[in-house]
């Protein structure tokens, strides 16, 4: 991993988004964090931006969440970027880079908002995963959004036999944090 670190580093403005994604989800999933990399990373991340499709923006943002490397100005250039297409996103491209800012402790009021817009245009179709990470994100940082939060619990009922423990203890904590009752899901 060195070797393609030190490869890298010195071509990174010659990877698409994808090979910029794709190099930092491997590096965060096998733990590691090499600074420099991510420095650059981070910085062809913010200049190629509008070229990232909502994959890609979500997958950054998770990478370094994964590692806990905040990066304010690549948070700042996936919000913005996110929050322009929000719209289009299917259930992982809007629970993702919720955790991920939430994972880090990053409070974006613009993008939780544009989140829990577009998760209540589809909500039904989120599984227990995507679920759980938005009353668990929303939770962390402390930002009730209560039209959202009875929306995944509503949404959480018919597949509750499908949560994991994982899933069922994220979603107590998540709604006893934030003190929303909502006694069917509880």
Same mark, same amino acid.
């Given at each position: 991993?060195? +070797?393609?670190?030190?490869?890298?580093?010195? =071509?990174? +403005? #010659?990877?698409?988004? %994808?090979?910029?994604?794709?190099? +930092?989800?491997?590096? +965060? =999933?096998?733990?590691?964090l090499?600074? $420099?990399?991510?420095d650059a990373l981070a910085s062809e991340s913010i200049s190629k931006c509008c070229e990232s499709g909502p994959r890609e923006l979500a997958i950054i943002a998770l990478s370094f969440a994964r590692i806990v490397v905040t990066n304010l100005p690549l948070m700042e250039s996936i919000s913005a970027e996110a929050i322009s297409k929000i719209h289009d996103y299917g259930q %992982?491209?809007?629970?993702? $880079?919720?955790?991920?800012? *939430?994972?880090?402790?990053?409070?974006?009021?613009?993008?939780? #908002?544009?989140?829990?817009?577009?998760?209540?245009?589809? /909500?039904? !179709?989120?599984g227990p995963q995507h679920l759980t990470n938005m009353a668990w994100s929303f939770?962390?940082?402390?930002?009730?959004?209560?039209?959202?939060?009875? !929306? /995944?619990? *509503?949404?959480?009922? $018919?597949?509750?036999?499908?949560?994991?423990? %994982?899933?069922?203890?994220n979603s107590a904590w998540a709604y006893a944090t934030l003190a929303l009752t909502h006694l069917p899901l509880l």
């Amino acid at each position: 991993m060195d +070797a393609i670190s030190a490869e890298s580093r010195p =071509t990174i +403005a #010659q990877f698409k988004p %994808q090979e910029i994604t794709n190099t +930092a989800w491997a590096y +965060a =999933t096998l733990g590691i964090l090499d600074s $420099p990399l991510f420095d650059a990373l981070a910085s062809e991340s913010i200049s190629k931006c509008c070229e990232s499709g909502p994959r890609e923006l979500a997958i950054i943002a998770l990478s370094f969440a994964r590692i806990v490397v905040t990066n304010l100005p690549l948070m700042e250039s996936i919000s913005a970027e996110a929050i322009s297409k929000i719209h289009d996103y299917g259930q %992982q491209e809007i629970a993702n $880079p919720a955790w991920a800012y *939430a994972k880090l402790l990053v409070v974006d009021v613009p993008l939780l #908002q544009a989140t829990a817009a577009a998760a209540l245009n589809n /909500i039904s !179709a989120f599984g227990p995963q995507h679920l759980t990470n938005m009353a668990w994100s929303f939770a962390k940082l402390n930002f009730s959004h209560a039209t959202l939060l009875n !929306a /995944i619990a *509503a949404s959480s009922l $018919p597949p509750i036999a499908d949560f994991n423990t %994982q899933n069922l203890s994220n979603s107590a904590w998540a709604y006893a944090t934030l003190a929303l009752t909502h006694l069917p899901l509880l």
